[in-house]
């Protein structure tokens, strides 16, 4: 099949790659010329485990091309994707400007029927917007379809997302148009549902916030384990035993942060009140997790009392592992918040560096983890690349001015590390 994505961030380059695998022919468009010409070069603008490869063995191939020039993709192309930004505005809003701008250079484009299908994440109402101003603003008669296919990958995991999600949703206006999407998915054999757009949309929003519900959840839980002597991570264990609760996104720690979870229960809670409802619960979950970082700042102060002079080693700057996203990173939060109260930074992480550079400019960057701990006054881990499970400890506390370490993931065994002498803090566990 002939198919165009619209935007080369993580969603559009990796379902433009995994379709281009999967025997399709691809054109990936952006308007920036920039990543549109790295990609010519081989270069991905983004950091994502296997991406480089699988682009250039389908590039090699014939099956995958970039271009900036949205009319070719349009043009040649059966079913076409639009993965662009659909960042927050100031008020939770989701800012769909990306969108009507592309739906719009479809319109002037359409040459024969085609298959318009929103992959950004987009509140529910969104296929109709797209619809609506492709309809206006078309040259000719030809028809179209709008349906909305919501992504589920994640950054880090994205291409065995894309090839093994749990589910595929399609929300489409007949069977029949349906039909066509099911076909390009057929060869990944997961589970498919079909649905109306509004439906589809609705998923993709609910999933997310459903999501950032159980981590909140079990960051209270946390803060209460802390209190009553209880430990958070055998807690989570008990609960995901059970199937209906299931084992994962129980990891409790500094909380959501990144691209989606934040933005997407904030919208949602936007898309309720334009509806006339308030959803309290998930403005909750978003208190909930607004707390998390100036709680574990108050009690790294507390201990290290004053924080000013103090010198602290930072593990981890991504918002997660395996990435080199630093989109709402509790990592950003944290070292404000440390170098407002007077401390000195100074921070690594294995692939993060260069974007982080850009954010936070006047911290000390280090070449790895100990050259991160020499002289500092105590380490915190923020985010959990495997790397810091696996330290080398004594090491790190030769070099270190005092063996403190607050981390933020529950990476460490507490009775193990605090045998090795370290003094030993982290989240939910006494
Ligand atoms: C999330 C969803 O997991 C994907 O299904 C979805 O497609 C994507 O958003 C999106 O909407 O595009 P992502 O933001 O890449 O994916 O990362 P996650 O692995 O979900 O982690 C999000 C945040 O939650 C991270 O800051 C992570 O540290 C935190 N988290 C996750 C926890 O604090 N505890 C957990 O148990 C799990």
Redesign the pocket.
């Given at each position: 099949m002939n198919v165009c994505v619209i935007g080369v961030g993580?969603?559009g380059l990796v379902t433009g790659a995994v379709f281009a695998d999967l025997g399709n022919e691809v054109i990936c468009v952006d308007k920036v010329e920039e990543k549109i010409n790295m990609l010519k070069r081989g270069e991905m603008p983004i950091y994502e485990p296997g991406l480089e490869e699988l682009v250039a063995r389908n590039v090699k191939e014939g099956r995958l091309s970039f271009t900036t020039n949205i009319g070719e993709g349009v043009r040649r192309s059966e079913v076409i994707f639009i993965a662009v930004g659909t960042p927050p505005r100031e008020n939770g809003e989701t800012d769909l400007s990306h969108v009507e701008a592309v739906a719009l250079e479809i319109a002037h484009h359409l040459n024969h029927y085609k298959i318009i299908v929103n992959k950004s994440?987009v509140p529910v109402g969104t296929g109709d917007l797209v619809r609506n101003i492709i309809e206006k603003n078309k040259n000719n008669d030809v028809e179209f379809d709008v349906v909305s296919n919501p992504?589920?990958?994640?950054?880090?995991s994205a291409i065995a997302?894309t090839l093994k999600p749990d589910r595929i949703v399609i929300g489409a206006p007949t069977q029949n148009v349906a039909m066509t999407l099911l076909e390009l998915y057929a060869p990944i054999e997961r589970p498919m549902l079909i649905t109306n757009v509004e439906s589809a949309e609705m998923i993709?929003y609910a999933?997310?916030a459903f999501?950032s519900t159980?981590?909140s959840f079990?960051n209270m839980i946390a803060d209460l384990c802390e209190k009553t002597g209880a430990d958070v991570t055998m807690v989570a264990k008990g609960m995901g035993y059970d199937q209906r609760i299931g084992m994962?996104?129980?990891?409790?720690?500094?909380?959501?942060?990144?691209?989606?979870?934040p933005k997407?229960t904030l919208s949602l809670i936007h898309t309720a009140r334009k509806y006339g409802e308030e959803f309290r619960l998930l403005e909750e979950v978003i208190k909930i997790n607004q707390q998390r970082v100036p709680r574990f700042v108050e009690r790294i102060a507390q201990r290290l009392n004053p924080l000013n002079n103090k010198t602290i080693a930072v593990l981890g700057l991504a918002?997660?592992p395996d990435t080199d996203d630093l989109r709402d990173a509790?990592s950003v939060e944290l070292i404000t918040l440390l170098r407002e109260r007077g401390a000195t930074i100074k921070a690594y992480d294995p692939v993060a560096i260069n974007n982080a550079r850009k954010i936070l400019p006047d911290i000390i960057y280090c070449k790895n983890s100990y050259d991160a701990a020499e002289g500092a006054d105590a380490l915190v881990i923020v985010t959990e690349w495997n790397e810091f499970k696996l330290l080398n400890l004594e090491r790190l506390k030769s070099v270190m001015q005092q063996p403190i370490i607050f981390d933020g993931r529950n990476i460490y065994d507490p009775k193990r590390i605090r045998k090795m002498g370290f003094e030993y803090y982290s989240i939910g566990r006494k």
């Open positions: 993580y969603v994440t992504e589920f990958l994640r950054e880090g997302d993709k999933s997310n999501l159980k981590i079990i994962h996104f129980l990891q409790a720690g500094l909380g959501f942060g990144g691209s989606c979870f997407d918002f997660k509790k």
